[in-house]
């Protein structure tokens, strides 16, 4: 069973960067595909950027050139820095974890999650 925490989120202004962080309670995390994911009452829950087994990555046109999605192998956290951010931003933040899959951005694909981290831009 694979636990993730995460945490870094909190108000900030319009053009401002926050980064996000995830534990994972794995023995490698590179072992695993890894998402960030966001979602605001009464919408589905949008997948942003993923990470691969094999270290590729790949995020949703919404925030590609401003978020940037990474991992400490070491330390087994992931972590999602967010520049210039904008007030359409504001959502849950969530990770999630699976062993594999072909598409990091679709959430039905994860099998574990976290309780999410809330992000405020105004």
């Known amino acids: 069973h694979v636990q993730l925490v995460e945490s870094g989120g909190g108000s900030v202004q319009v053009g401002g960067s926050l980064r996000l962080s995830c534990v994972a309670s794995v023995d490698t995390i590179g072992r695993y595909c890894m998402g960030w994911f966001r979602q605001i009452p009464d919408k589905e829950r949008e997948g942003i950027a993923g990470i691969e087994s094999d270290g590729s990555t790949g995020y949703a046109d919404s925030v590609k050139g401003r978020f940037t999605v990474s991992q400490d192998s070491a330390k087994n956290i992931l972590y999602l820095q967010m520049n210039s951010l904008k007030p359409e931003d504001t959502a849950m933040y969530y990770c999630?974890?699976?062993?594999?899959?072909?598409?990091?951005?679709?959430?039905?694909?994860?099998?574990?999650w976290g309780q999410g981290t809330q992000v405020a831009v105004s």
């Open positions: 999630a974890a699976v062993w594999w899959t072909t598409d990091t951005l679709r959430s039905e694909n994860y099998k574990w």
